[in-house]
Nanobody, 121 residues
Framework: QVQVVESGGGLVQPGGSLRLSCAAS????????MDWYRQALGKQRELVAH???????NYADSVKGRFTISRDNAKNTVYLQMNSLKPEDTAVYYC???????????????WGQGTQVTVSS
């Protein structure tokens, strides 16, 4: 069994900051890429940030310079530091992890349950 659990969401004023965390647990052998997605009400889910095992990163244009993705491979955890938040950043944020378990020789992607981020005054 694998669990991918996000935390750190909440209500923040425009211009504020939040730090999201996502921890993967279970019978995990290794984790390759880890992504953050978000889905605003009535919109499609979109990729926010991506990080490889080695630490290479990519960001959506809308968050470049404001968000930073990082990871701790020893803890199977990925973070998303969000600064200068805007109302349009309001969404449910999901973690998406590409990992291999002890019962498989193949990497599969697993979603977390999401954490709500609301940016409002």
């Amino acid at each position: 069994q694998v669990q991918v659990v996000e935390s750190g969401g909440g209500l923040v004023q425009p211009g504020g900051s939040l730090r999201l965390s996502c921890a993967a647990s279970g019978s995990i052998i290794s984790i390759n890429a880890m992504d953050w997605y978000r889905q605003a009400l009535g919109k499609q889910r979109e990729l926010v940030a991506h990080i490889t095992y080695g630490g290479s990163t990519n960001y959506a244009d809308s968050v470049k310079g404001r968000f930073t993705i990082s990871r701790d491979n020893a803890k199977n955890t990925v973070y998303l530091q969000m600064n200068s938040l805007k109302p349009e950043d309001t969404a449910v944020y999901y973690c998406f992890a590409q990992l291999r378990t002890s019962s498989s020789s193949t990497y599969y992607w697993y979603w977390g349950q999401g954490t709500q981020v609301t940016v409002s005054s």
